[in-house]
């Protein structure tokens, strides 16, 4: 049985190479289909990836408040030239939200651009002044030392704790624990953690975590207060904040939802005539993100189908001229004895034979591209081996999907007409 | 001696029958017209014959070869082979007795031009499923036996034309069949060749080998034991071709058929 299928697929090899160059051709078609396949998937499920890690960063079984500058046109309405302007949430809404879901970490997030100096090593970037939950919340870590505790906020303690990024930056060679360091032009904060590198993207006003410093909220609002001001372009703005962001830890995932529509009556409602808060939930943006990836996967199935189709019509065309060259080879093997199964089968294996070969390649192919988009375009990629298997699969099937019909034309000539054929 | 074909019997040996026409019609629809191409004809082939088949162009011997190898299924009448009529079998059974009893020689030598000559001689056993050790030791006996020597890894097209027909004529022996049937053998070659294909039939026939073929060529029938005329798509006469008598007759009849196809 083996050996007579190793034969079969011996003997259709050779009868390939009586036409090497149109065989190569045909196979290519199956070839730059396969390979595109492989690569397309590999791309999405890179994109995929990249995007879910975005999101899940954020926590699935969060969901952030965040407020924002309300539009230039109700500024000018609300904005004297005195006042600060003042938007977003509020402090005691944090409490409002806790009591609407009691099951539920709050936690308070306040930030305040800033730079910071220790000795010649200088860094713009952001406090982060939280509560001691914004650790689990945020699901961080400490790399050394200590995070925030309910004491630091009790005694509006001058302690901080740094992204590991920022303290990179400012104790690049030096221990850091212990150290103080310059905030503003004033202010000093002794460190008194380092937290893990998350390598995320999730953090602060376009910043990520890691580059941030955290401070005990108590502390914060003692020594910076509410109001900030910022010149921008010679006037200057005042602009008055409470908390830039108020992140709700739900216990489960399962009780997102219901959440987030608590959220949006609580928040959205009271903010609706300055438009300054936003609620953002990540799981919903997660699924937004499965949905859109299903329908780019079927966009791109529907792409591959057609490179495979078009690949396998190549493979039915040469097929069919195959059979027609070949009829009086078909008469003298029906002479000899062979049974219609035998043509049918033989001209099967030469399909299959024809479009594996390109499989075979274009998995090499498809397996290597991907490598070379991360390189060139920094794409992540990611080749799942189900999507190489799913590829060549369909590679052979086509192969035999559309060598079919002219087998069966192959098995269905009369011998004797075969046999006289030129 | 012309005889009637009724009697035909008398002049085969007596051996057993392996391939018998029992009243054979084939007739082609051509639109509204029937073509008769055989139209009853009966016949018997013992063990051990060599039987030419010749007459005239459309007399029918084309229609009577795809008959006698299987490829063909008569109108009425029974064709039996080895015993068994097959007239009515399927097209898998036909392509077994096919490949189990019937030896086919074409005049195109018919050889797979992909295909060694070895792979061409194991095409048939490998359709019974019999390819393995055993095949390649037979096809060199065969090959051997032919006068082809050691070719076995060349391709047909390396070789001359009276060696691809000796690769067809082993390729033919190689299931050991009831009957060689041959297709105008010799038709592509030359008269030297032709001549050592027919001592290669004589050498067969010998050793035993039933041999059937259909010729237009009159030097070419003569070297069979036997020559069954068509007319019309019926027997107009069986000669006996190794009788002083027979052969005369078979000579004239030759002579005035002439150039018949
Ligand atoms: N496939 C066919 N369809 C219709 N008529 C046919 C066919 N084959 C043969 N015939 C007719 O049958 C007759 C016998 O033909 P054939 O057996 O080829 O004779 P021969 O081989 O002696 O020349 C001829 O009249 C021919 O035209
Ligand atoms: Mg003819």
Redesign the interface.
């Known amino acids: 049985m083996i050996?007579?299928t190793w034969?079969i697929v011996r003997?259709g090899l050779?009868?390939l190479?009586?036409h090497k160059l149109r065989s190569s051709l045909t196979t290519a078609g199956i070839l730059f289909g396969v390979a595109s396949v492989i690569a397309m998937l590999a791309v999405g499920e890179g994109a995929k990836r990249e995007a879910l890690e975005q999101f899940r960063s954020m926590g699935v079984s969060n969901i952030i408040a965040r407020s924002k500058k309300p539009p230039e046109t109700q500024q000018s309405s609300t904005q004297s030239s005195f006042s600060a302007l003042a938007y977003g949430l509020l402090y005691h809404e944090a409490d409002l939200v806790q009591s609407a879901l009691p099951d539920a970490k709050v936690v308070r997030i306040r930030e305040i651009k800033r730079p910071m100096m220790r000795g010649e090593h200088f860094q713009a970037s952001i406090v982060v002044a939280t509560e001691p939950e914004f650790l689990g919340v945020a699901n961080m870590s400490v790399f050394e030392g200590r995070w925030l505790t309910d004491t630091d906020e009790m005694v509006l303690a001058n302690v901080c704790v740094l992204g590991a990024k920022l303290a990179q930056s400012l104790f690049p060679l030096e221990e850091v624990l212990g150290k103080t360091v310059l905030v503003g032009s004033d202010d000093r904060y002794e460190v008194v953690g380092v937290l893990r590198d998350q390598g995320r993207s999730a953090g602060a006003a376009g910043v990520t975590y890691d580059e941030c410093m955290f401070v005990p909220m108590s502390t914060a609002r003692r020594r910076i207060g509410e109001e900030i001001m910022t010149s921008t372009g010679g006037s200057f703005s005042r602009e008055r904040v409470e908390l830039n962001e108020i992140k709700v830890k739900l216990p489960d995932s399962d009780e997102v939802p219901m959440a987030a529509n608590i959220l949006r009556d609580l928040l959205l409602e009271a903010h609706k005539d300055q438009d300054d808060v936003a609620i953002t939930v990540p799981l919903e943006l997660l699924q937004k993100e499965e949905e859109s990836k299903r329908m780019f996967n079927i966009v791109l199935a529907v792409i591959a189908s057609i490179s495979l189709l078009v690949g396998g019509i190549g493979i039915m065309n040469v097929m069919l001229a195959t059979v027609t060259e070949r009829t009086?080879?078909i008469?003298?093997?029906?002479?000899?004895?062979?049974?219609?199964?035998?043509i049918i089968q033989q001209f099967l294996v030469e399909a299959g034979v024809l479009s594996a070969l390109g499989g075979v390649v274009g998995v090499g192919i498809g397996i290597a591209l991907p490598h070379l988009i991360t390189a060139w375009f920094g794409q992540k990629t990611i080749t799942l081996p189900q999507h190489v298997l799913l590829a060549f699969g369909i590679s052979a099937a086509v192969g035999v999907a559309f060598g079919i019909y002219p087998a069966w034309r192959a098995a269905n000539m009369d011998?004797?007409e075969a046999?006289r054929h030129e | 001696m012309a005889v009637d074909p009724a009697s035909a019997a008398s002049l085969t040996r007596d051996t057993e029958v392996i391939a018998e026409f029992v009243d054979v019609h084939r007739h082609y629809r051509m639109g509204d017209n029937i073509v008769r191409a055989l139209n009853g004809v009966s016949m018997q082939v013992r063990r051990g014959d060599y039987l030419a088949i010749m007459g005239r162009s459309g007399s029918g011997k084309s229609t009577m070869l795809n008959l006698l190898g299987c490829l063909d299924r008569p109108t009425s009448g029974e064709y039996r082979v080895g015993g068994r009529d097959i007239s009515r079998l399927d097209d898998d059974a036909l392509s077994d007795v096919r490949g189990r009893e019937i030896g086919f020689i074409f005049q195109s030598f018919n050889l797979i031009p992909q295909l060694t000559v070895l792979e061409n001689l194991e095409v048939p056993l490998f359709y019974q499923g019999g390819v393995g050790p055993e095949s390649r030791k037979k096809a060199e006996y065969l090959a051997d036996r032919v006068g082809l020597g050691q070719r076995l890894e060349h391709k047909p097209l390396e070789l001359s034309g009276g060696q691809q027909q000796r690769v067809a004529i082993a390729r033919a022996l190689m299931n050991d069949p009831l009957f060689l049937l041959a297709d105008e053998a010799t038709g592509n070659l030359d008269s030297n060749t032709e001549q050592e294909i027919l001592a290669l039939f004589d050498d067969l026939q010998k050793d035993g080998v039933t041999i059937v073929i259909v010729t237009h060529n009159p030097a070419v029938a003569l070297r069979a034991e036997r020559t069954l005329w068509l007319k019309d798509g019926q027997v107009e006469r069986l000669d006996d071709n190794r009788s002083e008598a027979g052969r005369a007759a078979a000579e004239a009849a030759a002579r005035s058929h002439g150039g018949a196809q």
């Not at chain 1, 008469?331 to 035998?342: C, F, N, P, Q, S």
Request: net charge positive.
């Open positions: 050996r007579d034969r003997l050779k009868s190479m009586l009086r080879e008469g003298i093997r029906r002479a000899l004895g062979a049974k219609k199964k035998h011998p004797v046999l």
